[in-house]
């Protein structure tokens, strides 16, 4: 056992460490719990006792050797590899900011326009986006087979025909209504699917906000006061408005409102095609039939209703003019709107 002690030691001399696993091999050897000092350490019982001192004293120097060796090479090691990476890394050029990302463009205009609606009262709602046929159009007061239906093109389920991808968020008007009492303040962001081949004007899917006003006495100049203010809140005080009658089943009499457009403020661009004027959303007093089939009398309640695209906003607001680029998740695109929200 001496003569092993002895092995090891000028093993220790002679040996020279180069490289990280060289040194790794070097402390699983002579350092771990499971190098070949600790076996001798566990041979030392068996050393008859006239010699253990001796043995004692011998292994406990090598011990120290393997150390003094071990902390040689870390020390060697680090100067190498120090000394090659020093020579590319200027420690004196100024700290990269952090690559912070941005929101993106759908978020920033859909959170704009809930806080604006929400500083006068109304709540978020939300509802499912795999909706079933009642909810997205027979409660909306869309007859079987009638032609209003195609206004959408529908993606159905094949497997389950009753069941679609919600085409509009006016299912959640629905929701709402058929669950809770009246009066009723929310509006309701969500995605929404319609089956359009994709190019730069349409997509398969895209974002709307509701918005659904019903209590007792609630008429049509409320509807024009609330969504006055909300072009001139999202566009700019300057904004001005007007409405245009319309048509959707939900709705009696209905209205799409346009807005001055906000980059030429009337006078003509290419984004108000020269008009002066852009249409923002559609709106309307809710029907009388929508609310009976939610239980609700409409000799006690009237109430109004509106929905805007999300995608058609920022457009407008960023004149973005590829529908595509909402959800391509191109960085180049994305990170233009750093600081866009605040
Ligand atoms: N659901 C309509 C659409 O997708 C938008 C809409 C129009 C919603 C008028 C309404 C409304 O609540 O009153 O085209």
Wanted: some cysteine.
């Amino acid at each position: 056992m001496f003569e092993k002690v002895e092995a090891y030691k000028q093993e220790l001399k002679d040996i020279a460490v180069k490289s990280a696993e060289e040194l790794e091999q070097f402390r699983m050897k002579f350092i771990s719990r499971k190098s070949v000092i600790g076996d001798l350490f566990n041979d030392f019982k068996r050393v008859p006792n006239e010699h253990k001192k001796r043995f004692g004293q011998e292994l406990n120097h090598l011990k120290s050797l393997a150390q003094e060796r071990f902390q040689h090479f870390v020390v060697e090691l680090e100067q190498n590899t120090g000394n090659q990476a020093s020579q590319s890394i200027d420690l004196t050029l100024p700290v990269q900011p952090d690559q912070l990302g941005s929101r993106h463009p759908i978020s920033i205009v859909a959170n704009k326009i809930i806080s604006i609606f929400e500083r006068i009262g109304f709540s978020v709602a939300e509802g499912p986006e795999v909706e079933d046929d009642w909810h997205n159009f027979s409660a909306l007061n869309f007859p079987e087979n009638h032609p209003a239906r195609e206004m959408q093109d529908t993606f159905f389920i094949t497997k389950n025909p009753d069941t679609v991808l919600r085409t509009h968020t006016s299912n959640v008007q629905i929701r709402l209504m058929e669950n809770q009492k009246p009066p009723f303040r929310s509006i309701m962001p969500g995605r929404v699917y319609r089956n359009e081949a994709i190019s730069a004007r349409a997509h398969c899917f895209f974002h709307q906000v509701e918005g659904l006003y019903v209590d007792k006495n609630v008429g049509f100049k409320n509807l024009k006061d609330t969504l006055y203010h909300f072009a001139k809140e999202m566009f700019g005080k300057e904004t001005k408005v007007r409405f245009r009658p319309s048509f959707f089943p939900f709705t009696e009499p209905s209205a799409e409102m346009d807005i001055s457009c906000f980059i030429c403020g009337g006078s003509g661009c290419k984004v108000c095609k020269q008009t002066g004027w852009v249409e923002i959303l559609g709106s309307g007093m809710v029907d009388p039939n929508v609310l009976k089939n939610c239980d609700i009398d409409p000799e006690e309640y009237t109430g109004f209703a509106f929905g805007m695209g999300i995608e058609r906003i920022a457009m407008l607001k960023y004149q973005i003019d590829d529908l595509r680029l909402f959800s391509e998740n191109d960085v180049r695109f994305l990170s233009q709107f750093t600081g866009a929200d605040t």
